[in-house]
């Protein structure tokens, strides 16, 4: 016969066992999840490299790059009117030493406009030993997170190493990592024992739940006499001793800290890079989705207002690239970078300066099933976007967005 | 048959005693988890950020919310402990069991397991509150006169209970060419991926503020929204410590 002790036991262990096996660590941030209409059609990074993948805890590693709102933005997303620049990151594996958008910091939350484009650059130190998938990201509020390309990195070392100073205006140098435990701790635990002692002194005068119940029920309105005269007394002294002691401790920081300011909660607008089409005008003409041949065609009518001739280079758009290597040449930079290198070509050749031409493209790789982009044809907003970019024989850029409905190609 | 029903196994007062005793063991702690549990969970839902962080502490909604939101679970202990046992403790065992959840909760969770560091989610003290709360009751010996003064008092003494635990974080820093408080030093430099800046519902300014500072008319304000809470709780509390089905003891 089955213990039935022994079968809960077992079954319990079991349980927990498959989920330990099952459980697997957290290796993504959700890059693929969102609809590919508005991975496409919001904000497009580019040019987002990493100073470093391996370091030590201490030690600072820096990401730049640029994004671009786009254009055609899908009317059920928020604008950005407030948006933060941020790190995907699985806690704080780094501390964010500085974040700057063209130039200006980016402590604060930010309003951008959309069609434009902004470079960034964020100073990380490394803070505890991890190897983490890092992105960039941008908070846009009431619409989440925009999740950026993302980089594996590796931080070695020991955690206790790490320090955070700074100095204060008051000429303080502080530790952010301890500055204040001390001090908190400690009121917690001195209010901590006047509370136990308080709950103590009324659980420990014997059986107090039975006994008081039935002395509640059997005095009715003369219940109150059950509090004694020592109990209000013991209340009283409570009651102005806890007043006593916030009324001091309160004049007593402001005593040790006469200078201190409110939480900051300040917005600001930084304004746009310079146009990055640098005169290349394109005009979207067609474009299908060949879902045999896992291929984006697109034809363009481009219009070159440069002084040199320009070829088509590279095709990006969440977070993927198509380069053309007969133009411009790319690696991807980690396991998880989606850079299909042979990934596009175009017929049409250069285009001339002053010259409009049509221009016929195809990106193809197996990202547009491995990263979702291929389900853009049962969304409900069948459009896409990207960015296209120009080079001309000098290895200038020319930076456009290009976008317009999608049509499937099926056989 | 019913003679044998009608004997009663305690047969001495020692006994009675002993049983009576054992019963306050077996309760009081099952009782003590379940306001931990409760509580927290409460606490988390209706102040969440606002306590977990210290960036968050600001001295208008932190102020304003907390206070309001965590008379519900005093106000109903208080009701179920006094009208039943005359035990003018409830505040101070729903405010000690929830400090204890948010600790546990924060060593193991926010540092334990995503490394935040422990100066940045100490929770706000609110054992000064529930002591003033508990001591009107026992002062007064009237849930009516407890919620009018010591749920004034619970809203005001909130903020000045606070000011020594927060105040080293309002030392003003210059960084990167911008002035910020420690709170905020903090907040920006340890990344948190799903709490963006502009998250923060903290005081942005107003022009309806008493001269410069919006303190005093925030506590006044929780306290007198904490009075309301006080007796709308006492009423789900008396709700909840019905004795229907109890008809002997």
Redesign the interface.
């Known amino acids: 016969m089955l213990n039935f002790k022994k079968s809960v036991l077992m079954l319990l262990a079991i349980m927990v066992g498959c989920i330990a096996l099952y459980a697997a660590p957290a290796m993504a ?1 959700g890059e693929k999840s969102q609809a590919a209409y508005l991975r496409m059609r919001t904000l497009l990074w580019y040019d987002v490299e990493v100073s470093t993948t391996k370091l030590k805890v201490n030690e600072e590693l820096v990401m730049t790059g640029k994004f671009y709102w786009f254009y055609d933005w899908p009317s059920n997303i928020a604008k950005p009117e ?3 620049l ?13 974040s700057y958008i063209n130039g200006v ?1 980016g ?3 930010t309003r951008f406009d959309i069609g434009e484009t902004y470079e960034f650059k964020v100073i ?1 130190k490394a ?2 030993a991890a190897r983490v998938h890092m992105h960039a ?1 941008m ?1 846009v ?1 009431e619409a989440g ?1 925009l999740i950026g390309p993302g980089r594996w990195v590796e931080v070695t070392g020991d ?1 206790a190493d790490f320090t ?1 100073e ?5 000429g ?1 140098t ?1 530790d ?6 001390v ?3 400690k ?2 635990i001195f ?2 024992v ?3 002692a ?2 103590l002194y ?2 420990f005068q ?11 029920k059997l005095l009715g309105d003369e ?2 006499d ?2 004694t005269p020592a ?2 007394m ?3 002294v ?2 102005i001793g ?2 006593v ?3 001091w ?2 004049f ?3 005593a ?2 006469p ?7 300040g ?1 600001i607008t930084i304004p746009a890079l310079p146009d990055a089409a640098r005169g290349v005008n394109v005009e979207m003409i067609d474009a299908r989705y060949r879902v045999p041949g896992r291929a984006l065609e697109f034809t363009i009518k481009v219009t070159n207002n440069t002084n040199s001739p320009i070829k088509l280079g590279e095709f990006t758009s969440a977070n993927i690239r198509w380069m053309n290597p007969e133009v411009s040449q790319a690696e991807p930079a980690d396991s998880h970078d989606p850079v299909a290198s042979n990934g596009m070509s175009y017929e049409g050749g250069a285009v001339m300066p002053g010259q409009t031409k049509l221009l016929k493209a195809t990106c193809t790789d197996a990202a547009w099933e491995t990263y979702r982009l291929a389900k853009l044809i049962y969304d409900p907003d069948s459009r896409f976007g990207g960015l296209i970019f120009f080079f001309d024989e000098e290895g200038n850029r020319s930076v456009v967005a290009i976008g317009g409905p999608l049509l499937p190609v099926f056989i | 048959m019913s003679a044998v029903h009608s004997v009663s196994a305690i047969t001495t007062a020692e006994q009675q005693h002993r049983i009576y005793k054992a019963f306050d063991w077996i309760i009081i702690p099952i009782v003590v988890l379940v306001v931990i549990g409760a509580f927290h969970i409460h606490a988390m839902l209706t102040i969440g950020d606002w306590d977990f962080w210290i960036d968050w502490k600001d001295r208008r909604w932190w102020v304003t919310v907390t206070p309001i939101s965590l008379i519900f679970f005093p106000a109903a202990l208080h009701y179920l402990l006094w009208e039943n046992f005359r035990l003018p403790f409830g505040a101070t065992l729903a405010c000690g069991g929830l400090l204890i959840g948010e600790w546990a909760n924060r060593i193991a969770n926010f540092v334990g397991w995503a490394y935040f560091p422990l100066n940045m989610v100490v929770p706000g003290e609110i054992i000064p509150m529930a002591l003033c709360l508990d001591a009107v009751l026992i002062i007064s010996r009237s849930l009516t006169i407890t919620g009018v003064l010591g749920g004034m008092l619970w809203g005001i003494i909130f903020y000045p209970a606070n000011w020594a635990l927060i105040a080293p974080f309002h030392v003003p820093v210059e960084y990167n060419g911008v002035m910020m408080s420690v709170a905020d030093l903090i907040g920006y430099n340890y990344v948190r991926t799903g709490t963006p800046e502009y998250i923060r519902i903290i005081e942005e300014g107003t022009l309806r503020t008493f001269g410069e500072d919006v303190t005093p008319v925030s506590a006044f304000f929780a306290g007198f929204i904490s009075v309301l809470a006080y007796f709308l709780w006492l009423y789900i509390g008396k709700w909840f410590s019905k004795t229907t089905w109890m008809k002997r003891i």
Do not use: C
């Open positions: 941030h407030v948006a933060f941020n790190i995907g990151i699985p806690g704080p594996v780094f501390i964010r030493k500085a910091s402590t604060n939350s990380l803070r505890r990201l908070n509020k997170p955690m955070n700074v100095t204060t205006l008051t303080e502080i952010l990592e301890h500055y204040g435990l001090n908190a701790v009121w917690h209010w901590g006047i509370a136990a308080w709950l009324w659980i014997g059986p107090i739940l039975i006994p008081r119940y039935k002395k509640v219940a109150d059950m509090i109990n209000r013991v209340g009283l409570m009651l806890t007043i002691v916030v009324t401790s309160y007593n920081a402001y040790q800290y200078v201190t300011i409110p939480l900051q909660s917005q």
